[in-house]
Nanobody, 121 residues
Framework: QVQLVESGGGLVQTGGSLRLSCAAS????????MGWYRQAPGKQREFVARITSGGSTNYADSVKGRFTISRDNAKNTVYLQMNSLKPEDTGVYYC???????????????WGQGTQVTVSS
């Protein structure tokens, strides 16, 4: 099996910073894309940022210039550095990984359990 475990969430004031981590473990042959999504109360889950195995990144317009996604392939870990946080960044942040469990083309999508980020005004 595969597990994704997030950490680093918490309560922060407007303008503050947090760094989220997500470590993947288990039966993994190779991880392709890793990313972060978030879900605010009463809203659908939305894309935040994504990074390929080669380090290419893309971001939601709402976080560009404030959030930075990075990864450590040796540790199967992805990070999200969040700066200049706003109350509208509040939500549960979920890690996602697209990975191969064996050396075949079949790709699986896994999700973490989520970590709460609350930005107070």
């Amino acid at each position: 099996q595969v597990q994704l475990v997030e950490s680093g969430g918490g309560l922060v004031q407007t303008g503050g910073s947090l760094r989220l981590s997500c470590a993947a473990s288990g039966s993994i042959f190779m991880i392709n894309d890793m990313g972060w999504y978030r879900q605010a109360p009463g809203k659908q889950r939305e894309f935040v940022a994504r990074i390929t195995s080669g380090g290419s990144t893309n971001y939601a317009d709402s976080v560009k210039g404030r959030f930075t996604i990075s990864r450590d392939n040796a540790k199967n870990t992805v990070y999200l550095q969040m700066n200049s946080l706003k109350p509208e960044d509040t939500g549960v942040y979920y890690c996602n990984a697209l990975l191969l469990r064996t050396p075949t083309p079949y790709q699986y999508s896994y999700w973490g359990q989520g970590t709460q980020v609350t930005v107070s005004s």
